[in-house]
Nanobody
């Protein structure tokens, strides 16, 4: 089973920035696509951003232009840089490795 460790969440003011990370020790890291998924209270999970093994990226319309997903294969870590944060970005953010491996989630709270 793939172990994923998220870090970097917390509380930030509206308009601020935050970077969250997801690290793994899985040897197949460079060959897998990664994603960040978030879930706000009372809402369904939302696919926020994806990055392929070739570093092609895609974003939800709600975060396009504000969030950037990236990966560092040498560190087996991928990131979500979030800027111009809004209160509606408040959610638990989950990293996803491939299609079936999930981190435990990390809280991001944006105050107005």
């Amino acid at each position: 089973q793939v172990q994923l460790v998220e870090s970097g969440g917390g509380l930030v003011q509206s308009g601020g920035s935050l970077r969250i990370s997801c690290a793994t020790d899985n040897v197949g890291f460079r060959n897998n696509a990664m994603a960040w998924v978030r879930q706000a209270p009372g809402k369904q999970r939302e696919l926020v951003a994806t990055i392929t093994s070739n570093k092609a990226t895609d974003y939800a319309d709600s975060v396009k232009g504000r969030f950037t997903i990236s990966r560092d294969n040498s560190k087996k870590t991928f990131y979500l840089q979030m800027t111009s944060l809004k209160p509606e970005d408040t959610a638990v953010y989950y990293c996803r490795y491939g299609l079936n491996s999930w981190g435990r989630g990390i809280q991001v709270t944006v105050s107005s």
